[in-house]
């Protein structure tokens, strides 16, 4: 009898041992690793952590990732609904050597609104939903992120409008110098008279001019950068 409940006492043990044993050889397998950025955006971003495993590569929520347009963009052509492809041109590497995403993986996104410049040199502005990536092996992977900014949209920054808008005000200013130079030669004045007239008349209808034209529209060339942060994780089966 005692040797009975000896042999049950022992099973039951083990049974309770073996799993975790199991679980602390599937923890073994996981390395953490660290994307590699600039050190710009490494200043920038909140993580850069990666989980490695035996199965698959984990890149974790909130890291940020540096992507390419594959096509020149113009916002004044384009419509909701219409994808803009981005590219890792370069891939994504850890520090430590592993290879995340290999290079010309693509980012797919779509845009969920557009807002129209606006006057007062209000640039318009780009909402995007970012969908998908796809390897260059066709596999595609859902992906949840957001443009890396405190804005959650593209647009031309307010010094490009604020360049606009001094453009009008100094090609006021020269419409002006003209009118300027015509009234004081019809008073019989110098042309130097003219352009102190000209002048203030110049700027001031420049200044309006660029105040109540409207902003500019978002456009990229073939190459130019963004950041993205992703919002959730992204699971790279091996």
């Known amino acids: 009898m005692k040797k009975f409940i000896s ?7 083990i049974s309770f041992i073996c799993p975790i044993n199991v679980h ?29 495993n035996s199965e698959n590569i984990v890149l974790t929520q909130y890291n940020a990732l540096e992507v390419y347009y594959a096509q020149d963009f113009n916002a ?9 492809v981005y590219l890792f041109k370069d891939g994504v590497y850890t520090q430590e050597g592993t290879m995340v995403l290999p290079p010309a993986t693509k980012l797919v996104a779509c845009i969920s609104n557009i807002e129209k410049p606006k006057s007062f040199n209000r ?49 006021g200013s020269a419409v002006g110098v003209a009118t300027g130079c015509g009234i004081g030669i019809a008073a019989n004045a110098v042309i130097i008279g003219g352009f102190a007239i000209g002048l203030p008349i110049g700027f001031g209808i420049g ?3 660029g105040l109540v034209t409207p902003g500019l529209n978002y456009k990229a060339k073939a190459g130019d950068k963004i950041t993205i942060q992703l919002t959730d994780n992204i699971n790279i089966e091996k």
């Open 7 to 13: 042999v049950l006492l022992c099973s039951f043990m």
């Open 24 to 52: 602390a050889d599937d923890e073994a397998f996981t390395t953490v690793e660290h994307v590699k950025l600039s050190k710009k955006l490494a200043k920038k971003t909140p993580t850069n952590i990666v989980q490695n």
């Open 76 to 84: 004044k052509y384009a419509k909701v609904g219409d994808e803009i």
């Open 123 to 171: 640039s318009g502005k780009i909402y995007l939903d970012f969908k998908y990536i796809e390897l260059p092996d066709g596999t595609q992977k859902d992906v949840s992120a957001k443009i890396f900014s405190a804005k959650d949209f593209l647009s031309r920054g307010k010094l490009n409008a604020l360049g606009k808008g001094l453009g009008s005000t100094f090609g």
């Open 207 to 209: 200044a309006v001019a």
